[in-house]
């Protein structure tokens, strides 16, 4: 039996769930996630708690039966809590701004860059080298900070350009020269 799979799910206060055919909804204080499940999967909902069991031992079941229950316990931590992700903007001139709904960054191009906040996901910048994203959906979340940090990836040399704030650069000597 999956270790994962097995555990039951708790369903905080505050916090509608329902499942039509084969659709999980979540409604909770940060918004509403939907998810499609697996046809094999079944889904029991049984008070506060919420209970995710497979047919039979099959390699496809077994995989999908901790996968399921982890989407699900995802979407209650979304709804509930919500989700963050930091990056640091690193490099002299770089800066991030935020002007309305959008987020400017001037990172060493000809022209500055924009992104646009989406109705699940808000930006923040605290100061001009911080940018935080927020949202209730995980997938979204870390899908929206790769591609702010996909703008500039940081290069091994000078540590220049945008990075996860726990994220760790291996860094290069450089060029030796002559002797």
């Known amino acids: ?20 055919d084969g659709v999980l909804t979540v409604k909770g204080p940060k918004g509403t996630l939907t ?3 697996h046809p094999n999967m079944s889904v029991n909902i049984d008070g506060a708690v919420i209970t995710v069991t ?3 031992d099959e390699k496809l079941n077994r995989s999908l039966h901790g996968l399921t229950r982890s989407l699900i316990n995802n979407m209650m931590i979304g709804v509930t809590e919500g989700y963050k992700k930091e990056l640091d ?3 002299v001139g770089y800066r991030v701004q935020k002007q309305g709904n959008k987020l400017v960054m001037n990172l ?4 500055t860059v924009e992104m646009f906040d989406t109705e699940d996901i808000t930006i923040e910048v605290p100061n001009p080298n911080k940018i935080i994203i927020n949202g209730a959906d995980k997938q979204k979340v870390g ?3 790769a591609e702010v940090r996909e703008k500039r990836p940081p290069e091994p040399y000078k540590g220049k350009g945008i990075k996860y ?4 650069i291996r860094r290069k000597e450089g060029k030796a020269g002559k002797k």
């Open 143 to 145: 899908q929206f900070a």
């Open 35 to 37: 998810q499609k499940i």
């Open 165 to 168: 704030v726990d994220e760790y």
């Open 54 to 56: 497979r047919p039979d």
């Open 89 to 91: 903007v690193n490099g």
């Open 108 to 111: 060493g191009y000809s022209h």
């Open 1 to 20: 039996m999956s270790r994962i799979g097995r555990k039951p799910i708790n369903i905080p206060a505050g916090v509608n769930v329902s499942l039509d």
